[in-house]
Every structure is written in C-alpha cells, then in structure tokens.
C-alpha cells in the first residue's frame, strides 16, 4: 500500500512565468541562493539550481503574484548536476 503525500508537501518549487512579474524578491529571500534572475527577451525571470534548493518556500512565501507553487515532484537524484537546473520556460 502506497501513502498518499500531504497538500502541503514540500516537492520541487514550479514557476508560472506566465504571472510573474519580474520582481526578483524569491532571489532576493532565497536564504540558499539557489534562484538567480536572467533576462529572457528583456524580461526578468527567476532561474532555480535545486542543487542549492533547501525548499523552504521563502520564496513562494514572499513572491506577490503567487507565481511559485509547491509540487510533490521529490525524486530529483542524478548524477548530472546540470540537470538540477531549471530554466525558466517562456511561451511566445
């Protein structure tokens, strides 16, 4: 028998480009530093190393637009540290 996880299970940080804004304050609050602001089509945007990642949620915590959602994505092993970071996903 298979547990179910929580709603509120701290799995991989998702990012909604779509409604953020840019701000920069889940960069700002990381206490990892795990998020690093790159500029995508002259709009900022959050990119997240889940290798630093301590999924704390302070940045969700603190983003206005409510742009990051908690996951229950938590099978992140790999041997390629390149692959533990997440671009951000723009739709043109």
């Known amino acids: 028998m298979q547990s179910q996880l929580k709603e509120n299970f701290r799995g991989q940080p998702i990012f909604d480009t779509t409604v953020c804004v ?13 998020i690093e602001m790159v500029e995508i089509n002259g709009k900022r ?27 229950i994505v938590f099978e992140l092993a790999t041997t390629d540290k390149s692959s533990l970071i997440i671009k951000p996903h723009i739709n043109a």
């Open 22 to 34: 840019g701000c920069g304050l889940c960069s700002r609050d990381c206490p990892a530093q795990a």
């Open 45 to 71: 945007y959050p990119q997240l190393n889940l290798a630093k990642c301590i999924f704390c949620y302070l940045c969700a915590d603190g983003c206005p637009r409510k742009a990051i959602k908690n996951s």
